[in-house]
């Protein structure tokens, strides 16, 4: 069964970097497009970005285009969210999942319903 394991949040102040980092328990997880989530307290989780099984194909949310970036190594079986000029409202828990329906990404897809194999998160938050 896949398992999704979320490292790398912490506290940083607004300007500043994180580089967060999605780990498989199996090689399957190649063959999936990831996603990464994120919640902030009160509101409902969002797509924030996501990746096709190959890394050819990136989506982001218009919140954060521009400055986080995502990338797969599937030889380590891991995604990685790059988060630079951190803003306040990009705190939040910050979620991996796998889109095991497919291999592909597109805007409307990159969206919780349409994953699972959820990890238990990862807390940013961004404050002075």
């Known amino acids: 069964q896949l398992q999704l394991v979320e490292s790398g949040g912490g506290l940083v102040q607004p300007g500043g970097s994180l580089r967060l980092s999605c780990a498989a328990s199996?090689?399957?997880?190649?063959?999936?497009?990831i996603g990464w989530f994120r919640q902030a307290p009160g509101k409902e989780r969002e797509g924030v970005s996501c990746i096709s099984y190959s890394g050819i194909t990136t989506v982001y949310a218009d919140s954060v285009k521009g400055r986080f970036t995502i990338s797969r190594d599937n030889a380590k079986n891991t995604v990685y969210l790059q988060m630079n000029s951190l803003k306040t409202e990009d705190t939040a828990t910050y979620y991996c999942a796998a889109d095991r329906s497919s291999s592909s990404v597109t805007r409307p897809r990159c969206q919780p319903p349409h994953f699972g194999s959820w990890g238990q998160g990862t807390q940013v938050t961004v404050s002075s």
């Open positions: 199996t090689s399957t997880s190649n063959y999936y497009a």
